[in-house]
């Protein structure tokens, strides 16, 4: 099973771009690296998904370098309402295989 | 279209008694997970169903803990004897079960209160 470890904490202020990263060292070839986002008494939200090199959608941008073993999550120019708990999940759905939730990290958006 | 629902919202229950947690994924998704999330903390992996049966329930604290999935759909789970320690919220999860690019879409989560 693919173990994530992430910052537990990160504080940034309005405008900002932040980065996010999350190691993964024991990921797997099949393993894909995904992105959620939780706030207060919401269940998690998907954000992006990767498997290699750079994804970009309109929410944010995923950077994997070549060996896997880390991502990082890149939110432009934030705002306060992205204030939350932001997850990396690696993982493959298939019989057996457990997707693993990391412990989030709780971004603070400031003014 | 509708996504995945869960009730009840809110339980409040007394120590011992068994309670039990309903999760309607979205319709198709074969794939449908259960986590707890106690205050404060990160998502716990309890039971994953690949249709109606269930590849891994290495997550169940104790055989407390049980869930059911019927027909490819709605997903049943129980806690008896019910404990302090089982107080968090519940959230219910569903996917289309696909190789590699699977998405979970999470329901709002039932927020169990054990006095």
């Known amino acids: 099973l693919a173990k994530t470890t992430q910052p537990i904490s990160m504080d940034s202020y309005e405008g900002q771009e932040v980065n996010i990263t999350c190691s993964h060292n024991?990921?797997?070839?099949?393993?894909?690296i995904t992105w959620y986002q939780q706030f207060p008494s919401q269940g998690p939200r998907f954000i992006i998904q990767g498997y290699k090199t750079k994804v970009t959608n309109e929410v944010a941008s995923l950077f994997i370098p070549a060996d896997r073993k880390s991502s990082t999550l890149s939110l432009p120019r934030v705002s306060l309402s992205d204030t939350a708990v932001y997850y990396c999940?690696?993982?493959?759905?298939?019989?057996?295989?457990?997707?693993?939730f990391g412990g989030g990290t709780r971004l603070m958006v400031k003014p | 279209g509708a996504g995945v629902s869960q009730s009840p919202s809110n339980k409040v229950t007394e120590k011992g008694k068994d309670v039990e947690l309903r999760c309607d994924p979205i319709?198709?998704?074969?794939?449908l997970y259960w986590y707890r999330q106690r205050l404060g903390q990160g998502l716990e992996f309890l039971i994953y169903f690949q249709g109606n049966s269930a590849p891994d329930k290495s997550g169940l604290p104790s055989d407390r803990f049980s869930a059911e999935r019927t027909g490819e759909s709605v997903s049943t789970l129980t806690i008896q004897r019910t404990q302090q320690e089982d107080s968090a919220v519940y959230l219910c999860a569903s996917s289309r079960g696909e190789w590699g690019t699977d998405t979970q879409y999470f329901g709002p989560g039932t927020r169990l209160t054990v006095l």
């Open positions: 319709s198709g998704h074969t794939a």
């Open positions: 024991n990921i797997a070839t099949n393993d894909y």
């Open positions: 999940l690696v993982g493959f759905n298939n019989a057996g295989n457990m997707l693993t």
